[in-house]
Nanobody, 125 residues
């Protein structure tokens, strides 16, 4: 089973930027879709962005398009989420997600992923 470790969360003012990182170990990283979900207090965990193993395909939820960018470095077994122009509604715990199955399409379903421990992102107005 894959092990995931996130870093990079914190407190930022609206309009600011943060970069999340997630290092993975335990399997061949480049075979698996990697993504990010988030969960705000009292809400369900939601898909934010994902990228297939080759890096050719990415998906984003509409609310982050043009502001967030997912990327990955397969040589470093690491996936990133660059978050720009942050808004208070982006406040949540952000979870790194690793697809359970290799070479599959991007899933928006939480059940299809393994999870990191999460990192808090707080955006003040």
């Amino acid at each position: 089973q894959v092990q995931l470790g996130e870093s990079g969360g914190g407190l930022v003012q609206a309009g600011g930027s943060l970069r999340l990182s997630c290092a993975a170990s335990g399997r061949t990283f480049s075979r698996y879709t990697m993504g990010w979900f988030r969960q705000a207090p009292g809400k369900e965990r939601e898909f934010v962005a994902a990228m297939v193993g080759s890096g050719d395909v990415t998906h984003y939820i509409d609310s982050v398009k043009g502001r967030f960018t997912i990327s990955r470095d397969n040589a470093k077994n690491t996936v990133y989420l660059q978050m720009n122009n942050l808004k208070p509604e982006d406040t949540a715990v952000y979870f790194c997600a690793a697809a359970r199955l290799p070479f599959g399409p991007i899933s928006y379903q939480a059940k299809d992923y393994y999870w990191g421990q999460g990192t808090q992102v707080t955006v003040s107005s």
